[in-house]
């Protein structure tokens, strides 16, 4: 069992910055592979970032791209997204998520994470 909770986010102006983290408690590896998403009422919860506890490879959606990093800091057992050039259309309800068996084709659809956190608003301003 893993339990997430996100922090960080709050209501920031367009062009500003906002660090997203999830300290994740209990029994991960560096076989996880843990994620970030976000929702806007209505739509469904859409794919972020992704990274894995071992590091190497990061995944992100073309929207953010170049703007959006996710970092991880093993010690803490914390995961992290940095947010930077935030647009309106990036307002929404982020949630972590993490899995220990996701596969990599698999990794961007929320339907293969077991575990989430309870999310956390990010206002973007115009």
């Known amino acids: 069992q893993v339990q997430l909770a996100e922090s960080g986010g709050g209501l920031v102006q367009a062009g500003g910055s906002l660090r997203l983290s999830c300290p994740a408690s209990?029994?991960?590896?560096?076989?996880?592979?843990m994620a970030w998403f976000r929702q806007v009422p209505g739509k469904e919860r859409e794919f972020v970032a992704a990274?894995?506890?071992?590091?190497?490879?990061?995944w992100y959606a073309d929207s953010v791209k170049g703007r959006f990093t996710m970092s991880r800091d093993n010690a803490k057992e914390t995961f992290y997204l940095q947010m930077n050039s935030l647009k309106p259309e990036d307002t929404a309800v982020y949630y972590c998520?993490?899995?220990?068996?996701?596969?990599?084709?698999?990794?961007?659809?929320?339907?293969?994470?077991?575990?989430w956190g309870q999310g956390t608003q990010v206002t973007v301003s115009s």
């Open positions: 209990g029994r991960t590896n560096s076989r996880y592979a």
């Open positions: 998520a993490a899995d220990p068996s996701i596969i990599q084709s698999e990794i961007r659809r929320k339907e293969g994470y077991a575990y």
């Open positions: 990274i894995r506890w071992s590091g190497g490879y990061e």
